[in-house]
Antibody, heavy 123, light 108 residues
Framework: EVQLLQSGGGLVQPGGSLRLSCAAS????????MTWVRQAPGKGLEWVSV?????????YYADSVKGRFTISRDNTKNTLYLQMSSLRAEDTAVYYC????????????????WGQGTLVTVS | SYVLTQPPSVSVAPGQTARITCGGN??????VHWYQQKPGQAPVLVVY???DRPSGIPERFSGSNSGNTATLTISRVEAGDEADYYC???????????FGTGTKVTVL
C-alpha cells in the first residue's frame, strides 16, 4: 500500500525557516517524481515545486517560492523534503506532498497519491 | 503566467449531469488533469491526460479538451460527488504547473 507520511509543519515567525519531510513507502520511491502542493486556508490549490525521480537533478518552482524554498530527496531514505526559508505570512497553508502517477516523464506533477498534509503557520 | 479559469460553483440535482469548465488560452494544445477534493481531505485524481481515468474512478467521470476550454463531465451525479474540483496543466513556457481556480460542486 502506498503511503506518504508528512512531518515538520508548525508555527514559525516571519523570516524564519522550516523543513517539511514526506516519508514514502509501498512503492519504488526512486522511480517517481515527487511534488509539493499547498493550500492556504479557505483557498484553492497552489503548485509549489516538483523534483525528478532517480537523481533528483531536475526541479521546478513556483515563482512565489523560487529562491526561498528548496526541494530535495533522499532515495536511500525514501524521503522527500521541502526546505523553506524567509517565510512570509502568505506562505501559511497546508502543504501536501504527492507521488507521480507514472514513472515517465521523469519530471511531472501529474499525481495519484497524496500525503495527509501538514499545516505551516507563519505568524 | 498561464491562467486557468473555472466557475466558482456548479449546482446539480442527483442523477443529472454536471459539467465543469476550465478555460485557458489555447488549452486544447495542452494536457489537462482533474482533481476532486472533499472537505478536510487531500485531492484525488479523477481524470488525466484530458480524458483518461485512473483505476478505481467510476466511468461517470469523463473529460474533454478543445480550443480554449477543457471540460470535466460527471454523469448520473451522486451525493458523494459533492466536492471542489480543480483542473491542472503544465505550462511549458514557464516550466510551471498551474491549477485552475477551483469549482465547488453542490448536489441539490
Amino acid at each position: 500500500e502506498v503511503q506518504l507520511l508528512q512531518s515538520g509543519g508548525g508555527l514559525v515567525q516571519p523570516g524564519g525557516s522550516l523543513r517539511l519531510s514526506c516519508a514514502a513507502s509501498g512503492f519504488t520511491f526512486s522511480s517517481y517524481a515527487m511534488t509539493w502542493v499547498r493550500q492556504a486556508p479557505g483557498k484553492g490549490l497552489e503548485w509549489v515545486s516538483v523534483i525528478s525521480n532517480s537523481g533528483g537533478s531536475t526541479y521546478y518552482y513556483a515563482d512565489s517560492v523560487k529562491g526561498r524554498f528548496t526541494i530535495s530527496r533522499d532515495n536511500t531514505k525514501n524521503t522527500l523534503y521541502l526546505q523553506m526559508s524567509s517565510l512570509r505570512a502568505e506562505d501559511t497553508a497546508v502543504y501536501y506532498c504527492a507521488k507521480a502517477l507514472k514513472t515517465l516523464p521523469t519530471v511531472t506533477s501529474l499525481t495519484d497519491y497524496w500525503g495527509q498534509g501538514t499545516l505551516v503557520t507563519v505568524s | 503566467s498561464y491562467v486557468l479559469t473555472q466557475p466558482p460553483s456548479v449546482s446539480v440535482a442527483p442523477g443529472q449531469t454536471a459539467r465543469i469548465t476550465c478555460g485557458g488560452n489555447n488549452i486544447g494544445s495542452k494536457t489537462v488533469h482533474w482533481y476532486q477534493q472533499k472537505p478536510g481531505q487531500a485531492p484525488v485524481l479523477v481524470v488525466y491526460d484530458d480524458s483518461d481515468r485512473p483505476s478505481g474512478i467510476p466511468e461517470r467521470f469523463s473529460g474533454s479538451n478543445s480550443g480554449n476550454t477543457a471540460t470535466l463531465t460527471i454523469s448520473r451525479v451522486e451525493a458523494g460527488d459533492e466536492a471542489d474540483y480543480y483542473c491542472q496543466v503544465w505550462d511549458s513556457s514557464s516550466d510551471h504547473y498551474v491549477f485552475g481556480t477551483g469549482t465547488k460542486v453542490t448536489v441539490l
